[in-house]
């Protein structure tokens, strides 16, 4: 096939979201000028630049022939709309280019993709880049890399790759039938010619290996792993594969699929030769699925910076209803802490705040006793900052997004259970009077020191709430339908669950901004 020059396309979008207003959209978190938005693909900084591609249907909102978007910008926040970079056209991709990577190949801009056919196993593309990355030229040889021979391979698709001792190394998330999700090896001198050279890691699909839970777990390592992502991460920062010393941990990132059951994941544990020697399993987020497909890049400070699709909890009418679907998550810097994944969001995140308010000043301690409660900011595009002292057996919730006859309301409940673990559980049954609205509930653990101490941050952007606590993040989505459904509150029960009676909890601290909606330039919205 001849090489396909994909500039400036002239692709006649969906009618622009935005034009019949959906109070659900988020404001600061980066969506799709409109149609369809899922993975980040090909994330980068180059000269100061941040390029966020991501997986698009211009056409509309919903899932097909997809394309890669492009926005720049220079503080992760405000995103300019590049040219669409990648378009399916007749061969390999021509049912849609899917996921991949970015890499610089001796100065030219490369991205490494997935090319989808109907009805086939995905293959290995590459296309190259002007210097302004605004014209993309896919190579004549793809696809340059398929399954391998002799593995009963059942997915085969997107793809981590660096450069290590001279050569291209790449990992493609894949699942192997009857076994599970696997990552496999492949090696090349100049991103054309790969050879296969095993598993790097497999999981089981059975839950009975003792990596990950059973099936339906939240641990469950799944049928196929979708979307892998390989580092090194210390307490001095991140680098690649294979660059990392005896400090720290590398990470191997993959989201665990089969059918309806899909989450992200990440091992901790070594990578030495063509192999990753697991010594840890880590929830990626607590959210589950509301936050997926999540890729990372070291930026030019040294930091792992982490974004994440936030798909669409509601009935896929209202999408296409609304023109758009699926925002990316605020950029979340990922470290380390005690051998585990952390994460905080990054501080350019921060220059969005605006109007601070002080609920409780740090230093001015205030015990809610039980059945006490402590009112917070009305607004749904809100940052908070909540410290919390919970005694063991203690319980406090947080109320998001409530009515105010609390007909509908987000409660996401904090309980200590012991010495060093807090149980969270975000209770969405009465989020949303929609019946479109999913409900399901989100749990997990959290650490917590002696003290009982929970930092909590949360971000509301309309129906987007991304929360940290204790460094541990939980992505859920809540759609009310009551226009006035915008309070917030520090509560805590007059019960305790599974004892008698219930114990006071100190807020040590609750401040609260309205956050600027900048997620495009030019478009600055309260």
Known sequence: MSADHTPAIAVERASAAGE?????????????????????????????????????NPYGAFHDRIHWGHATSRDLMTWTDEPIALAPSPGPDEDGCWSGVFVDDHGVPTLVYSGHREGR??????????????TWTKDQANPVVEAPPGVDVTEFRDHCVWREDGVWRQVIGAGIRDVGGAALLFESPDLRSWRY???????????????????GSTDWTG?????????????????????????GTDVLLFCAWQDDAYHPLCLTGTYRGDRF?????????????????????????????????????????ASLA???????????????????????????????RRDAVEIVPHGSDVTLQPGAGLAGPVGDQLDLEIDLVIPTGGTAHLVLLASPDRVEQTVLEIRRVGVETATVRLDRSRASLDPGAWTVERRGE????????????????????????????????????????????????????????????????????RMEGAARAGDLRG
């Open 20 to 56: 019949l207003p959906d109070r659900h959209r988020p404001r600061f978190h980066f969506t799709a000028p409109s149609g369809w938005l899922n993975d980040p693909t090909g994330l980068t900084q180059r000269e100061g630049v941040y390029h966020l591609f991501y997986q698009h």
């Open 197 to 215: 050279l095993g598993q790097l890691s497999v999981g089981d699909v059975t839950g009975r290996s003792g990596l990950g839970g059973p099936p």
């Open 223 to 247: 049928a196929v792993w979708e979307c892998p992502d390989l580092f090194h991460l210390d307490s001095h920062g991140t680098g690649a594969p294979g660059t990392g010393d005896n400090e």
């Open 322 to 352: 609304a023109g758009w679907s699926g925002a990316m998550s605020v950029p979340r810097v990922m470290s380390l802490t005690d051998g585990c994944p952390t994460f905080t969001p990054a501080i350019e995140v921060d220059a969005r």
């Open 121 to 134: 196993r995905q293959v290995g593309c590459v296309a190259t880049g002007t210097a302004d990355m605004h």
């Open 277 to 317: 020697e697991p010594t840890g399993l880590h929830r990626f987020d607590l959210g589950e699925r509301a936050f997926y497909a999540p890729q990372s890049f070291r930026d030019e400070s040294g930091r792992r910076i982490v974004f994440g699709w936030i798909m669409e909890e509601r009935a896929q009418e």
């Open 446 to 513: 959290i650490p917590v020191d002696a003290e009982g101490t929970v930092s909590v941050r949360a971000l509301l952007d309309h129906s987007v709430l991304e929360l940290f606590l204790n460094g541990q993040p939980l992505t859920v989505r809540a759609y009310p339908t009551n226009p006035e459904a915008l309070q917030t509150a520090v509560e805590v029960p007059a019960y305790a669950a599974g004892r008698p009676g219930a114990l006071a909890v100190t807020v040590g601290r609750f401040a609260a901004w």
